[in-house]
């Protein structure tokens, strides 16, 4: 069975520090990759998919960034962090073809201070 | 542009009584996924059901059911004989099947409480 990882769980990083937030999908191959923010009380805004490695697409301007160095390794980051960065993250897979609901994982909750 | 709206912000049910939960969704493609994703406090997102627009059988998922009907594009669950742990939002989605824009569409979601 398919399973997929996030971590860290929770974070809290002042504003200006770096960021790493990484994600792991285990028991499939070459799947599509996905990361979302969720303000609190707010539905999901997709930030970054991916259809392979090195292959990465932005829906939304901002100094985030995503990386998929492996095929089942999915990384969101960034060189400076602001205020409006808060929120909860949530990575997500997809099989490449057919079926094409998501999976999510635990889900970041990323306090920026 | 393709929408999904969720008309009900915040919803309320009897522990084993019945509720439905609206969505309607806007698009001009005729094949199409339609989802309806749960969240609990945990915040994990899953997966509650499915429906393949080119199916004119509702999907049912034990206590979870639709109602899809496709020409007036609209996509309700209903759940039968709530439970406490039924308490969380509720996000109808839209995945077009063709096209260059292929990113599932989130509703801004139903908070469903259940009152014991």
């Known amino acids: 069975s398919q399973t997929i990882h996030q971590w860290p769980a929770t974070l809290v990083q002042p504003v200006g520090s770096p960021l790493s937030l990484e994600c792991t999908v285990e028991?499939?191959?070459?799947?599509?990759l996905y990361w979302y923010r969720q303000a609190a009380g707010r539905g999901l805004q997709l930030l970054f998919y991916?259809?392979?490695?090195?292959?990465i697409s932005s829906e939304v301007p901002q100094n985030l960034s995503a990386s998929r160095p492996q095929d089942r390794q999915f990384i969101l980051s960034s060189k400076k962090l602001l205020l409006s960065d808060s929120g909860f993250y949530l990575c997500?897979?997809?099989?490449?073809?057919?079926?094409?609901?998501?999976?999510f994982g635990p889900g970041t909750r990323l306090t920026v201070t | 542009a393709q929408t999904v709206t969720q008309s009900q912000p915040e919803m309320s049910v009897q522990e084993a009584e019945t509720v439905t939960l609206s969505c309607t969704y806007d698009?001009?493609?005729?094949?199409?996924?339609l989802f309806w994703y749960k969240q609990p406090p945990s915040r994990q997102m899953i997966l509650v059901i499915r429906?393949?627009?080119?199916k004119q059988q509702n999907a049912t998922e034990n206590r979870f059911s639709v109602n899809f009907q496709k020409a007036a594009k609209s996509f309700s669950l209903k759940i039968s004989d709530s439970q406490l742990g039924d308490a969380a939002m509720y996000f109808c989605?839209?995945?077009?099947?063709?096209?260059?824009?292929?990113?599932?569409?989130w509703g801004l979601g139903t908070s469903l409480a259940v009152n014991p």
């Open positions: 997500a897979w997809s099989r490449g073809t057919g079926a094409y609901e998501q999976y």
């Open positions: 028991g499939t191959s070459n799947p599509n």
């Open positions: 991916s259809v392979g490695i090195g292959q």
């Open positions: 698009t001009s493609e005729s094949d199409y996924y």
């Open positions: 429906q393949e627009a080119y």
């Open positions: 989605a839209y995945y077009p099947n063709a096209g260059n824009n292929r990113k599932l569409i």
